[in-house]
């Protein structure tokens, strides 16, 4: 093929979101038919992970002069695949239109920054076309890469049509003041998964797996808190893969990963790691440090607080209990904007679905820590978009 040109436009093509005091017509119309239309975008990521598009550039975009196809071989030297080269490694398609209705789907994946796209030039017989590559984002759409940080199982979760039928009664369920599980489905979204463990539960298990993946790569770089932790705590683990990341890291730490009883019953074992059963609202381990991570946000003020003056109790006097959370924007409008800032609000809306459930702002944390008995609340540093905070006893 001919030389690459970048397009530099391809990942603007979407709107950035207009101030609310913008007086700019033009991006405010634009912004607010972008988010009439944004719904589509979940079926173009939808069937971009089925068709594991993102595997297929991912394993072929390096593809050297043996491949068994010349034409991927040929674009990938050149900087990408085109949707040509990606529709002959799909499965059980050979229609001639397959490849040009994938490169729609594909130019709508680079606009949102999950690829990157370029433009061949044309030379002699040769027609341009768009080459992809994965942008950084776009590998956490990997399915068996990334060492389990994958974002698909979590994708695949709030998928499920038992989830997405959930929410569906919304309005409903803010009208009469209960949960949308409840609405929907006449329990909590807990229960749901607990009734419904080989399938919804599963998936959630999963979701939390990848998602454990993707944030315990930042924690352990950025924070340093674990150094001299004899005996470390983590409420709340799961199947403990965050635990044994941070003992992979900190081999001379006891790890004690503490769940409900059916929840551990099938946890791998570790070295390093003891798994423990029971309700951290009634009691919880005693250790030198306590990691509730992701726990808090699940939760009201009035069982944050219960959670935390057990930790306290179960701390020696120089203990502290490690909380890892998103931290909500203050509410003026200067501090909602960014991908960080809509992310986060949209976290608080998804806790809509526990009943209590919300995430905090820097003050709500602080009147958690001081309402348990903790002396101090630090906030040390930041991993991905969430936030390290140390109350200490």
């Not at 709107?15 to 079926?43: G, K």
């Not at 680079?110 to 690829?115: G, I, P």
């Not at 009469?176 to 979204?189: E, M, Q, Y």
């Not at 935390?308 to 931290?327: F, N, Q, T, W, Y």
Request: charged residues 15%; aromatic residues 8%.
């Amino acid at each position: 093929m001919g030389s690459i040109q970048d397009t530099e436009n391809t990942n603007n093509l979407l709107p950035v979101p207009p101030s609310f005091d913008s007086t700019d017509e033009t991006a405010a119309s634009t912004y607010a038919m972008f988010l009439a239309c944004s719904p589509v975008f979940f079926h173009f990521l939808n069937a971009a992970i089925e068709l594991e598009l993102f595997d297929i550039i991912e394993s072929n975009s390096n593809s050297n002069s043996n491949s068994n196809n010349n034409a991927a071989a040929d674009s990938s030297q050149a900087g990408g695949l085109s949707a040509r080269d990606i529709a002959s490694f799909l499965k059980y398609s050979s229609d001639p239109k397959t490849p040009q209705m994938l490169d729609r789907i594909l130019h709508v994946l680079a606009s949102y920054s999950l690829l990157r796209c370029r433009v061949s030039s044309s030379s002699g017989s040769e027609v341009a076309e768009r080459l992809y590559e994965l942008a950084p984002a776009g590998k956490y759409y990997l399915k068996s890469e990334n060492c389990g940080a994958s974002l698909v199982p979590l994708f695949t979760f709030h998928s499920d049509q038992q989830i997405v039928h959930m929410w569906s009664y919304l309005k409903d369920a803010l009208l009469d003041g209960v949960s949308p599980a409840n609405k929907a489905h006449g329990i909590t979204l807990y229960e749901l998964m607990t009734t419904n463990a080989e399938t919804i539960g599963n998936k959630f298990s999963a979701a939390m797996t990848g998602m454990t993946g993707v944030t315990m790569k930042a924690l352990l770089a950025s924070y340093k808190g674990f150094q001299g932790i004899g005996t470390l705590v983590d409420i709340g683990g799961g199947n403990g893969t965050a635990l044994a990341a941070i003992i992979s890291a900190h081999p001379s730490i006891k790890g004690i990963n503490f769940d409900l009883p059916h929840v551990i019953e099938g946890a791998p074992s570790y070295p390093g790691i003891e798994h423990v059963g029971g309700d951290m609202f009634v009691s919880v381990p005693t250790g030198d440090a306590i990691l509730l991570k992701h726990v808090l946000h699940n939760w009201g003020d009035e069982q944050c607080v219960k959670l935390l003056k057990s930790c306290h109790e179960a701390l020696p006097r120089d203990g502290k209990v490690i909380v890892m959370d998103a931290l909500l924007p203050s509410g003026s409008q200067d501090t909602m904007t960014g991908d960080h800032a809509k992310f986060v609000c949209l976290l608080s809306g998804l806790m809509l679905c526990h009943p209590g459930g919300k995430e905090r702002t820097e003050e709500e944390f602080i009147g958690l820590c001081k309402a348990s008995g903790f002396s101090s609340c630090h906030f040390v540093c930041s991993a991905t978009i969430f936030s390290v905070m140390e109350f200490h006893k």
